[in-house]
Structures are given as C-alpha cells and as structure tokens.
T-cell receptor, first 115, second 114 residues
Framework: KAGVTQTPRYLIKTRGQQVTLSCSPI?????VSWYQQTPGQGLQFLFE???????NKGNFPGRFSGRQFSNSRSEMNVSTLELGDSALYLC??????????????FGPGTRLTVL | AQSVTQPDIHITVSEGASLELRCNYS??????LFWYVQSPGQGLQLLLK??????LVQGIKGFEAEFKRSQSSFNLRKPSVHWSDAAEYFC????????????FGGGTRVLVKP
C-alpha cells in the first residue's frame, strides 16, 4: 500500500503571496490532519478533516485553511504569507471512522520557505 | 488542555549503549500515547503506541516504552543503540474528545557516537 504523499516537497514564496499544499492519504483512510513544524514552536496541530468536514481545528489564524475532497485528498491553503509561516508542513492520515484517537501515518512533508 | 514535556533536548549515547528518553504528559484522564521518530528531511514514523492494557509496550526497531500512570510518564527505551538510531524523537498525546489531534513534546535529538 502506498504511503501518504505530499506535493510539492519544496516551495519558495514571497511575503504576501498565497500557497496551496496537497496531501494524498493512504488508500482507504478518511481522516487527514495537518501539522506545522518549526524550530521555535515545534509540531503544532493545524486541523483535521474527515469525510470532507473539518473535525478539529488548532490555534492558527484564519489565513490557514483547508479542505478535503470526496476521494479523501486534502489541500491546505495559506494566504497572505508571512516570514513566520516558513516551516515544514506535515500531513497525516488515519483510518479512524469515529472520534476516537487512531494511529496516524505521516507524509514526508512540504518545506515552505517565505522570503 | 493536555501537554507533553520532553525534558532532554539532546542526548548523546555510544553505539551499543542503552538509551532512555523521557516523556511526561499532563492530562486528567487516560491518554493515548505515542512515540514517533523523525530522521533529517523526513516525516514522522510511528515507533509504538499505548491505548490501554499492558503498560509495557513493544514497538519497531527494538524500542519499548512503559506507561506509568502514577508518574504521568511514558519513557522510551532501547537496550542497545545502533548508529542508525540517530534522529529526533517525539512523544505525543491524544485525547478521546479531540479526535485525531495530537499534542507533541518538543522532541529529543539523539546523537550516536561510534
């Protein structure tokens, strides 16, 4: 079974631009979560989508948004980029069909650099 | 809200020596506990998890962890490290009411000396 894939792997943007990152979960998984990883703040939860609905949300500004498609693929969007948005963005999928905690499988991440 | 603390930012061990990484969590009920490993430029790989039952959990790559409710700890151990174990290790906690949201500790970077 193929693992979680994320595209692109690397991105360079300038302040004020917007960016869209993509995540394809493991086949059959319906839950997709996004995390931001920075040296200063560590790993922080952004949001989780399940069956095209946002199920959980972290403490990030509204510039960070996401969506999930009917095939469970997910995208996250960051508008009006700031220097502090430079980070590794990780996507994780799980087969959880309920609200209980489940094992999550992580993708390799997208490294976003904002200049 | 739950929180996770990994007291050691860096640990250096000699190849063949034992390794123990500390993790303390704060949460009122029984948490779901995980250890992940991250190699440079890579995503996170799950080493092991604790949901319930036996408090000594075996994972991949020869790792094990022990859940101690009285100490709110979930320490990771390996009897004999290999050079390939050099990486960053993250402890994480999930809670039933928050679905798949994980709260991570700050991580411990492990260096292995030959």
């Amino acid at each position: 079974k193929a693992g979680v894939t994320q595209t692109p792997r690397y991105l360079i943007k300038t302040r004020g631009q917007q960016v869209t990152l993509s995540c394809s979960p493991i086949s059959g998984h319906r839950s997709v979560s996004w995390y931001q990883q920075t040296p200063g703040q560590g790993l922080q939860f952004l949001f989780e989508y399940f069956s095209e609905t946002q199920r959980n949300k972290g403490n990030f500004p509204g510039r960070f948004s996401g969506r999930q498609f009917s095939n469970s693929r997910s995208e996250m969007n960051v508008s009006t980029l700031e220097l502090g948005d430079s980070a590794l963005y990780l996507c994780a999928s799980s087969g959880s069909g309920s609200t209980t905690v489940d094992e999550q499988f992580f993708g390799p991440g997208t490294r976003l650099t904002v200049l | 809200a739950q929180s996770v603390t990994q007291p050691d930012i860096h640990i250096t061990v000699s190849e063949g020596a034992s390794l123990e990484l500390r993790c303390n969590y704060s949460y009122g009920a029984t948490p779901y506990l995980f250890w992940y490993v991250q190699s440079p430029g890579q995503g996170l790989q799950l080493l092991l998890k604790y949901f319930s039952g036996d408090t000594l959990v075996q994972g991949i790559k020869g790792f094990e962890a022990e859940f101690k409710r009285s100490q709110s700890s979930f320490n990771l151990r390996k009897p004999s490290v290999h050079w390939s174990d050099a990486a960053e290790y993250f402890c994480a906690v999930g809670v039933r009411a928050a679905g798949n949201k994980l709260t991570f500790g700050g991580g411990t970077r492990v260096l292995v000396k030959p």
